[in-house]
């Protein structure tokens, strides 16, 4: 997988000492997540894929992840095999019988993303397990498993049961609930932003939000590519954050990725 190492980027990681350097017993100057220990927004912009724009054919997503400047700070790809590609989109390739990824027609994509440091190295992966996508089913709910670093895992984000509003909890590595994000009854808005908000571990207080910030009409009419902002307390753990940024993922290809030629775009938690 080809890192890049070119535009406008950080080009220095800033050194956690106010922030602590410490999360979960860990050392993140060790793991490279130590920007997110002084950051309360980030910037996810999914780069256009010519060859979905010309063919149509869903390839691998690639995303910058950025300040509030509009400096990179971090880099995320989808490592995805093009059978686990082609079949959740019910477009099966030639050589599916030889794939190990192999799901049901009625499964939702699963993806493998990494996540660089502007070092090119790896600091965090976000696995999304191939699952039913049916909403009227208890046993179809997605989830997201984080590592950070890749092998370590620091959090989960789970899929909660509703019908009317699409709801997720951000569990830390115990399975404990940390924080909770509750979307719209409808995530079809495609002249506006639409936003997901993230709460208190009760449900009772907002203390950031995941939005979908609309992107014009010509690239929301011909590609599924997409930008986010995300903001949450600058204090917030580092392993926290982490895993709402996984969350914002998830909310993409739930909601807003375009896969076999129909639009991701749905009512409540029905994908």
């Not at 498993?145 to 909890?169: A, L, M, R, Y």
């Not at 914002?248 to 938690?269: N, Q, R, V």
Request: a negative charge.
């Amino acid at each position: 997988m080809a890192y890049p190492g070119h535009g406008n980027i950080v080009t220095q990681q800033p050194m956690p000492g106010v922030q602590g350097a410490w999360a979960g017993g860990v050392d993140i100057r060790m793991t490279g997540l130590e920007y997110l220990s002084v950051v309360d927004r980030l910037v996810v912009k999914q780069q256009t894929e010519m060859l979905e724009v010309f063919t149509g054919y869903e390839t691998g997503n690639k995303y910058e992840i950025l300040n509030s400047l509009g400096q990179r700070v971090f880099y995320a790809a989808e490592d995805a095999c093009c059978c686990g590609l082609c079949l959740c989109c019910q477009k099966p390739c030639k050589c599916w019988k030889n794939c190990k990824k192999i799901c049901c027609m009625c499964c939702e994509r699963e993806f493998d993303i990494t996540v660089f440091n502007n070092a090119g190295k790896p600091v965090l992966t976000f696995h999304r397990p191939a699952r039913c996508s049916s909403c009227w089913f208890p046993c179809c709910l997605q989830k997201v498993e984080v590592e950070g670093p890749p092998g370590n895992p620091i959090g989960t984000v789970v899929q909660n049961w509703s019908i009317c509003k699409p709801q997720f909890s951000i569990q830390d590595v115990h399975d404990e609930t940390v924080l909770k994000i509750e979307g719209p009854c409808i995530t079809c808005s495609p002249c506006g932003d639409v936003e997901f908000q993230l709460l208190s571990k009760n449900g009772e207080q907002e203390v950031g939000k995941v939005s979908k910030n609309f992107s014009g009409f010509a690239q929301e009419m011909f590609t599924d590519a997409d930008n986010y902002g995300i903001t949450f307390p600058i204090n917030l753990p580092v392993n926290e954050k982490a895993t709402v940024l996984a969350a914002c993922f998830l909310i993409d290809f739930m909601f807003f990725e375009d896969e076999s030629g129909k639009d991701g775009d749905a009512p409540g938690m029905c994908d």
